[in-house]
């Protein structure tokens, strides 16, 4: 071995690339006797390949190889966690055995491809290619191909009814030659993370873009989000408020006027410096939000406290370049949302509305996305920068037992009113002290969409809330076989397009899928893949009896309905899959969201996938000391799929509208201070 | 003097100031005998000060002052020309007599604000006032305050009825100790840019924004943006596109990648060089439009004949950093549009697509904005930057006879699908070539609402036509007065709270202003001046009549209507309304679109405010020719309001779709060659 740790680093630079590919850097652990010494099996691929365990014991030989501990990537290689374990640690070994598995998508990147570390570090594709081959570790084995790996089960159904049939019909499509390329290839349970990427770019809602941290929204969202702004620009122009659109560059001088709120978003502001080949004489931000932007001239509109309340909302994209990790929908550079900004007259009437926005954000998650979400408020280290309080709707991903911010409305008070003068003369007269307004802004974003593809979906892909669904319904005669006659054939699909057109008219949104060259079994899995809520079949027997069956894409419940009560009957399915479908997520955040009194339940509660509510004394040195005191604690039995969840240490979520009763005396769960009220408490986004 | 022509140069910089106040620098000559030797009026005032020549004749004790023409500002100050006029000027000018008179806006500024001035030259404020006052001009006016001028009508209407009742009702409102400020001060006819920005302003459509170029679209306006988006929406949705969102940020890689096109926008680019305090590894430009960052993912997705057509349409801003003269609307740094995206595999079924967009733009004019259009193709010189062949709907100002581009649907032929390999195998077999995608892009923007503004309001405010409008109808009780009783005076307001709620269930937008502390007639002000369509008055004599009066703001037209009948009677009133807009604006772009065949009745017939149809023979460089010769021509009788206008040289608009027949062996109006079209030339935004 020509290389020691610390030249390992010397091939490495800590600047920030941008543009790096990065890769993980992952330890996993057969199942070992407790006698034996396990060989651990170390993975190097890059972070967007997912790298099935069941593929992993296949190639090595060995069996339920799981992500390994902090204790043994301590002993084996030296390093501090599993969180901070990367290639360089290899160096730290070299006595005993383990396995290297590369990935082939690794292998084959351009020589000068800047991939990125783990501890943000960076190093040329060539260079740590260059390393690995000199460790010459015995168990070698590269250029893996993690996607080869086939799920057994329906494959027949999947593939073209005759491949040589298909060529000729369609010689140019590719894509049936691969197939198995097509499903969902990564279980939902075993590795989320890849199975979320999977879900989202096979299931065509989404897809990576070349600016990182900055995703396509396709179709399929997309029509998610149009459907959550009808439903939401309803609710508030029924209370009153208008939609406007305000310029999305701010000036540093305006953008740094309320200290509190620059200081939360300053480090993620993305600046505007060069048009075309001249520099700015001064450059402007990029909204991060917008309040800055909107005060100066509510505080120029109001002139009277006849022109209160003022409350407008607007439908944009807003930037903030945060260098962790990103993640679609739910951890992106630019993102769309809504942003209600309005001012009062009165602190009432403002808390009132504070409330009443939050009550509707819960309701987009619980009548829309069908997604559970507790209400209540952030704790003060929480709450939005300059704000009074924040009100919050949080969700639950129950795969990684993490908790979701889902939208937040906040009463900002008096802070910003007085920061840009937005007052007027008092009502009761020049003599009484002037008003300055009472403020709120309340915003939701394409986030929600990410948190109801992680609760609902499945591993045969998207499963869509038939509310938000760009499509409802696909039709898809079956049945027709060798056999059938050519004029039962058209019978068929002249009957199915008369249906289509029938739904059509009474709003449902159908479409059928009436080409020859798929098998129904092909086509079903296509549109599982795609979420399409309802399934409707037709084939000769039902075209005899004149009724269809319908499937229900997320329980596979089949239900017999004739032709003539469809249009009546569909809605009320789709009604009651809804329901079926939060009921379920429900009963899951229900079960992991668990009340504690000691601490010593703490963190073998929160291992176990779960959210706390808890006793609390409300003193932020003690929300920290829990946050702390959380972290890296883990030594349940289950292990956490996402490697970055095990070193995390929980957070307060809320402070649920709904309280357990406290009884008197009751102490904080983690302090000797008397405890003020239940707290949640988890893992988060 | 102490200060020469050269001196002055040295006062100033031409260095680029982003954020500098520009000024303006006019030069008014009264109306004078003959005989006589004019006085010339310098106005040097901040260009969003209006300065109505009403004022200045005032201010002078002079008749019917007006822009003066190149010319006399020749004559008196040796300036090239009056677009150039800047007051380095006045130093060439030290015998003749000039009255001089500086807005107290530029007074008041802080001395070290920067301002701009014609030529690009920037001074500070302190240098310039002391420049001017050195200059020692006997006929100087300094501090004027140009909004001081009150229109004699109608003042009893717009005050309230009486201040001391009204102090005590409210005493706060400052508004209405100057409601001699709400009204639109300047005449459309004589300073349309100045009653541009007050109709937009004073019209709560737009305000104007910190960072230069940017405004803010106040819910009027943005109200009317999402009636054409709803209508837009639902056309393109039934021909099978569908909404997408991609980032609005490119590579500088990928928005390269098409050299023509790039050459186009690349000095409007902005770029995002910086996040937080570090400094990005790649700049990253925002989106001046979305071709560069669409097809690399149409390229992607687009694996088969059977992926065609890919139809998306993406509503958001996009940006593009202009160095010129910004106008609200009509050239802003940021605005909102669509943009649609789409790819074919068949030249045929893509070029039908282009017409069938702009079939709809042309009705977005027609039929909501009530805006004539003209449909035609832009020329080679013209067309979009990448495009195949660009078609275009225009329409006119009447007010600067200037023609403007509402909305462009352009064939991007196979141009940009070679550069991102956007391919699929011949469906015919793979032994024939692989064909490439053919493409369109279309888009329009909130530049419409612009035009709308331009076309439609008037001295009294707003004119919005009934099918945008945010509120079609305001209704106002009328004729109450001290001899009214309570019940009568209840009885009144009831009815009008019930005609209200009725209208509103049946869709018309509709609000009622039951504010007693105004008279009728200041609210008729108000309501003008923010253009609502339908004002409908109930008195009490209409309430025993079972009737209301219901006045068209378009044209003050008085219709009696039995409240019975007014659920069925408005729609009508309001369709009618909008055919009486349109009409009208259509006689005007008649009247004003002459075809000519003499090259010697161009300019003249250019300076009569008309757009031109002449025949031509279709060559790039006598496009450029028309355009060199047709500039600072201006010596027709009448003299533009816009200072920039004169020295505009004339563009080709379109060609249009609908020709004149051509005459055998017709020659180009310009050129000796033969003419192959006839096209529409003007002077344009």
């Not at 990065?22 to 199942?31: E, G, N, T």
């Not at 939609?243 to 939360?264: C, Q, T």
């Not at 499937?551 to 009651?576: C, F, G, Q, Y």
């Amino acid at each position: 071995m020509t290389t020691t740790t610390e030249s390992f680093a010397k091939l490495c630079s800590s600047a920030v690339t941008d543009d790096a590919t990065p890769i993980k850097s992952l330890v996993f652990k057969p199942k070992t006797p407790k006698s034996a010494t396990p060989i651990p099996i170390v993975v190097i691929a890059l972070q967007s390949t997912t790298t099935p365990s069941s593929l992993i014991a296949q190639l090595t030989g060995t069996k339920d190889p799981r992500l390994a501990k902090d204790d043994l990537i301590k002993t084996f290689f030296a390093a501090p966690s599993a969180g901070e374990f990367n290639l360089g640690h290899l160096l730290n070994n070299s006595t005993s055995e383990y396995h290297l598995l590369i990935d082939q998508h690794l292998v084959d990147l351009k020589d000068s491809t800047i991939l990125k570390l783990n501890g943000n570090l960076f190093i040329e594709k060539s260079k740590a290619i260059e390393y690995l081959n000199e460790l010459k570790v015995a168990k070698l084995q590269s250029n893996i191909d993690f996607t080869t790996e086939v799920k057994p089960q329906n494959t027949s159904k999947q593939q073209p009814k005759d491949k040589k049939e298909k060529k000729a019909l369609a010689p140019s499509n590719a894509t049936l030659e691969d197939a198995k390329l097509i499903g969902i290839t990564v279980d939902k349970a075993l590795d989320f993370p890849g199975w979320y990427q999977q879900v989202l770019t096979k299931g065509e809602m989404l897809d990576y873009y070349d600016v990182s941290g900055c995703y396509i929204l396709r179709p399929t969202s997309y029509a998610i989000w149009e459907n959550i702004q009808t439903y939401f620009d309803s609710k508030i122009k029924k209370m009153g408020v208008r939609n406007a659109y305000f310029p999305m560059f701010v000036s540093s001088r305006v953008l740094e006027k309320e200290k509190d709120h620059i200081e939360g978003f300053a480090p993620e502001v993305a600046w505007v410096t060069k048009a075309g080949s001249s520099d700015l004489e001064e450059p402007v931000a990029i909204r991060p939000t917008s309040e800055t932007v909107i005060y100066p001239y509510y505080a120029k509109w109001v002139q009277s406290h006849r022109d209160l309340p003022l409350r407008l909302n607007q439908w944009c994209s807003v930037v903030r370049w945060e260098f962790k990790h990103p993640q679609p929908f739910l951890r992106t550079r630019e993102f769309l949302w809504q942003e209600g900004h309005t001012a009062f007259l009165s602190e009432e009437e403002a808390k009132e509305e504070v409330l009443e926005i939050l009550h509707h954000y819960a309701n987009i998650y619980k009548e829309l996305l069908a997604v559970p979400v507790v209400q209540g408020k952030k704790t003060e280290k929480e709450k939005f920068a300059g704000a009074s309080f924040t009100t919050t709707v949080e969700g639950y991903i129950p795969q990684t037992g993490r908790g979701i911010q889902g939208g937040t409305s906040h009463h900002l008070g008096q802070n910003f009113s007085k920061m840009f003068n937005l007052s007027v003369e008092n009502p009761l007269g020049s003599e009484h002290p002037k008003v300055f307004a009472y403020q709120n802004s309340w915003g939701l974003s394409t986030r929600s969409i990410g948190v109801m593809v992680m609760v609902h979906s499945d591993n045969k892909g998207l499963v869509i809330p038939p509310r938000v669904a760009e499509n409802q319904a696909v039709i898809i005669p079956v049945g027709i076989t060798k056999k059938t006659s050519i004029e039962q054939r058209e019978l068929i699909h002249e009957s199915a397009k008369e249906i289509e057109a029938q739904l059509r008219k009474n709003d449902i949104r159908v479409f059928g899928d009436y080409n020859d060259n798929y098998t129904p079994g092909w086509k079903f899995s296509q549109y599982e893949l795609k979420g399409i809520p309802l399934r409707i079949e037709l084939g000769p027997k039902d075209f005899e009896k004149q009724q269809v069956v319908v499937v229900r894409r997320n329980d596979s419940k089949k239900i017999i309905v004739p032709i003539s009560e469809l249009t009546e009957t569909l809605p009320k399915i789709m009604d009651d899959m809804h329901e079926v479908m939060y009921q379920k997520a429900k009963d899951a955040f229900d079960t992991h969201r668990v009340t504690i009194h000691d601490w010593k339940d703490f963190v073998p509660t929160l291992n176990k996938k779960n959210v706390i509510v808890a006793p609390w004394c409300g003193v932020m040195e003690c929300e920290e000391d829990i946050k702390d005191s959380s972290a890296r604690k883990d030594d349940g039995e289950e292990f956490e799929v996402d490697e970055k969840a095990p070193s995390m240490g929980a957070k307060s979520l809320c402070i649920p509208f709904e309280q357990p009763t406290m009884k008197d005396g009751q102490k904080c769960i983690k302090c000797n201070r008397n405890a003020v009220n239940y707290c949640m408490f988890g893992r988060s986004y």
